[in-house]
Nanobody, 125 residues
Framework: QLQLVETGGGLVQPGGSLTLSCAAS????????IGWFRQAPGKEREGVSY????????VYADSVKDRFTISKDNAKNTVYLQMNSLKPEDTADFYC??????????????????WGQGTKVTVYS
């Protein structure tokens, strides 16, 4: 059974850092494109970052560029999202998602077939 599990969310003050993990089971993550998404209360799900299968091409939303870093460890079958300089507006439920289809819009949720259950990030002042 293909499964994604996100961990690493929590409470942090503005300017702080968190690292989210997305662990895959039931499939080999390196053969999939992986996206990180977030959804704040009352808002639509937003694409945050993407890493491709193979070469590991990365893409970031403008709102997180230069603050967030996506990476993967194929040996651990895990993708990470390092989040620095966190702001209150980063507060959201964060989800990882996977697809092995050809992706056109790398930060669009409809491109992805498999989703984790999410982990909550709260940035409070």
């Amino acid at each position: 059974q293909l499964q994604l599990v996100e961990t690493g969310g929590g409470l942090v003050q503005p300017g702080g850092s968190l690292t989210l993990s997305c662990a895959a089971s039931g499939f080999t993550l390196e053969y999939y494109d992986i996206g990180w998404f977030r959804q704040a209360p009352g808002k639509e799900r937003e694409g945050v970052s993407y890493i491709s299968r193979g070469r590991g091409l990365t893409v970031y939303a403008d709102s997180v560029k230069d603050r967030f870093t996506i990476s993967k460890d194929n040996a651990k079958n895990t993708v990470y999202l390092q989040m620095n300089s966190l702001k209150p507006e980063d507060t959201a439920d964060f989800y990882c998602a996977a697809t092995n289809r050809d992706v056109e819009d790398r930060l669009h949720a409809d491109e992805y077939d498999y989703w984790g259950q999410g982990t909550k990030v709260t940035v409070y002042s």
